[in-house]
C-alpha cells in the first residue's frame, strides 16, 4: 500500500478504536463538550496528512490525544484573551471560573482524591449521564459522542429517525450549555444516582457491538469489547452492585457465542445451527456464577434476569433441549419489573416453541398494532419466521420484504435475502 493509503487506513481503525478515549481526555481540559468534539475532529483531520508525510506513530491514540488536547488548550487561551480584552461583557460567574494556560495543564495533571474511575471512558459516561438531562437525552449523547456510534446507529439502536435522533443530541448539548452543567466526574455518593444511565449507555453499546447496526460484519468486536471492559471497570469500582454483576454476566454469556454465530463463509447462523462446542465455556462459567450470587443475594433487576435467560439458552446441551418453559417464565418476571415492547418481542421466540407459533403469532401482530417497535427490523423478521411454520408462505414472504428494508446489517440483510428467496420460490 502507499504511504498515503497507510495513513487513511491508520487514522480510520484509530476513529473506529479510540475516539472515545481521545475524546474523554480533550473534555478534561477543554471543559465543552462541542469544543471538545471540534478539537478531536480537527486532530483526526490533521493525522491524515502528517501521518502520510512522517509515517504511522507507533501509539496513535497517544498521537490524536495531545494533537486534540493542544487545540484545545489553544482554544482556551484564545477566549481566555478575549475575555480580558472585553471585561464588560464577561458574567461574574463565568469569571471565576477563568483558568490561565499554566493553571489549565496543572489541573488537568492533578490527582483528585474524589476522582474514584480510573477509565477515560467510563468517566465521560458518568459525567455526562446528568440528572439535569432526560434519559434519552442521556443514552443519545454518549453513544454518540462518548462511544463514537455515527448518529444513524444511535437512531436505530433507540427506534427513532435519524432526524429525531440528531436533532435529541443537538437539545442536550444546548441544554449542558445553557443550564451550565459543569464537565466533572461526579463525586462517589454521586455515583449511584447515575448508575441506571451508565448501565443503560453500556448494554446498548454492547448491543452494538453484538450486532452491528450497520456496516458488512454482524459484528463490531472493538465495540462488544469496549463494553465488555467497562464492564469489568465498573464491577470493579461498584463491587456491591447486583445490577453491575448482572450486566457484566449478561455480557458474558451473550458474547461466549461470538465464535460460532457466522460460518465460515461469514453466513450468519441461527442459534440451532451453531457448533456449541466453539462457545466460549469459561466465560459461561464466569457468568454462571455472577447469576448464581445474583439470583441468591435477592430481587433480581433487568439485567441480571436477561443473563439468567441467555444462560438458560446456554447451558442446553442442544437447541431442542432447552428448557422452553423455564425461559418463558423467565420473561414473564422480566416483563413485570422492565414492561419494554422489546423484551415482550423476545418472549415470543420461546413462546412459539413451547406453546406453539400460532400463540405467538398473535402476541406479535399485537405487538405490530401497538406502533412502538414500527422501525424495529427484528419484528418484521420474527414475525416472518411464524408465518412460514404455520405454512403462510405469502405472508411471510411479505414479512420478510418488510424486514430486509428495515435491516442496516449486510449479515443479517444476506440471512434475511435467503430466506425470502425461499418463501418466494414456495408461494409459486
Known amino acids: 500500500m502507499t504511504a498515503a493509503t497507510d495513513a487513511r487506513q491508520a487514522v480510520a481503525d484509530a476513529h473506529r478504536r479510540e475516539w ?19 478539537c478531536v475532529q480537527e486532530a483526526y483531520a490533521a493525522a491524515v496528512s502528517a501521518w502520510e508525510r512522517d509515517g504511522v506513530p507507533g501509539n496513535p491514540a497517544a498521537w490524536l490525544t495531545t494533537a486534540a488536547k493542544r487545540r484545545a488548550m489553544d482554544a482556551v487561551r484564545r477566549e481566555r484573551t478575549f475575555r480580558s480584552k472585553l471585561p464588560l461583557l464577561v458574567e461574574p460567574e463565568e469569571a471565576v471560573d477563568e483558568l490561565a494556560l499554566d493553571e489549565l495543564e496543572d489541573q488537568e495533571q492533578a490527582v483528585d482524591p474524589e476522582d474514584v474511575v480510573p477509565d477515560e471512558r467510563l468517566r465521560l459516561i458518568f459525567t455526562c ?27 436505530r439502536a433507540l427506534l427513532v429517525s435519524e432526524q429525531t435522533m440528531a436533532a435529541r443530541i443537538t437539545r442536550a448539548k444546548k441544554k449542558i450549555s445553557a443550564a451550565r452543567i459543569p464537565y466533572r466526574l461526579p463525586r462517589r455518593a454521586e455515583l449511584p444516582d447515575r448508575l441506571a444511565a451508565v448501565l443503560g449507555v453500556l448494554h446498548l453499546l454492547f448491543t452494538a457491538g453484538h450486532t452491528a447496526p450497520s456496516g458488512p ?25 447486583p445490577e453491575v454483576r448482572g450486566l457484566l454476566a449478561l455480557f458474558l454469556v451473550t458474547d461466549a457465542r461470538r465464535a460460532a454465530r457466522t460460518g465460515a463463509d461469514g453466513r450468519l447462523l441461527r442459534l440451532e445451527e451453531q457448533d456449541r462446542s466453539l462457545w466460549d465455556r469459561n466465560a459461561l462459567a464466569e457468568a454462571h456464577e455472577l447469576i448464581v450470587a445474583g439470583l441468591r443475594g435477592g430481587r433480581a433487576g433487568r439485567y441480571l434476569l436477561q443473563a439468567a435467560i441467555a444462560s438458560l439458552y446456554a447451558e ?18 422480566l416483563l413485570s419489573l422492565w414492561p419494554s415492547p422489546v423484551v415482550a418481542l423476545n418472549r415470543t421466540v420461546p413462546v412459539s416453541v413451547a406453546h406453539g407459533p400460532a400463540i405467538a403469532l398473535a402476541q406479535v401482530e399485537a405487538l405490530e398494532q401497538d406502533g412502538r417497535l414500527a422501525r424495529y427490523q427484528y419484528l418484521p423478521a ?31 440483510r444476506t440471512f434475511l435475502i435467503g430466506r425470502l428467496a425461499d418463501q418466494e420460490t414456495r408461494a409459486t
Not at 463490531?220 to 452492585?241: F, I, N
Not at 420484504?401 to 446489517?409: D, F, K
Open 217 to 241: 460484519t454482524l459484528m463490531r468486536t472493538d465495540l462488544a469489547d469496549r463494553a465488555l471492559h467497562l464492564a469489568r471497570t465498573l464491577r470493579d469500582l461498584m463491587p456491591d452492585e
Open 20 to 38: 472515545a478515549f481521545v475524546l474523554a481526555a480533550t473534555v478534561r481540559v477543554a471543559r465543552d463538550l462541542d469544543l471538545a468534539e471540534e
Open 316 to 333: 442446553a446441551p442442544t437447541y431442542e433441549e432447552t428448557d422452553w418453559p423455564q425461559i418463558v417464565a423467565l420473561y414473564d418476571r
Open 129 to 155: 449521564c446528568h440528572p439535569a438531562l432526560a434519559q434519552e437525552a442521556q443514552l443519545a449523547l454518549t453513544l454518540r459522542l462518548v462511544c463514537g456510534l455515527p448518529t444513524p446507529d444511535v437512531a
Open 382 to 412: 420474527i414475525k416472518a419466521d411464524l408465518l412460514q411454520r404455520l405454512g403462510r408462505t405469502g405472508e411471510a414472504a411479505a414479512a420478510y420484504r418488510q424486514a430486509v428494508e428495515l435491516t442496516g446489517n449486510e449479515a443479517e
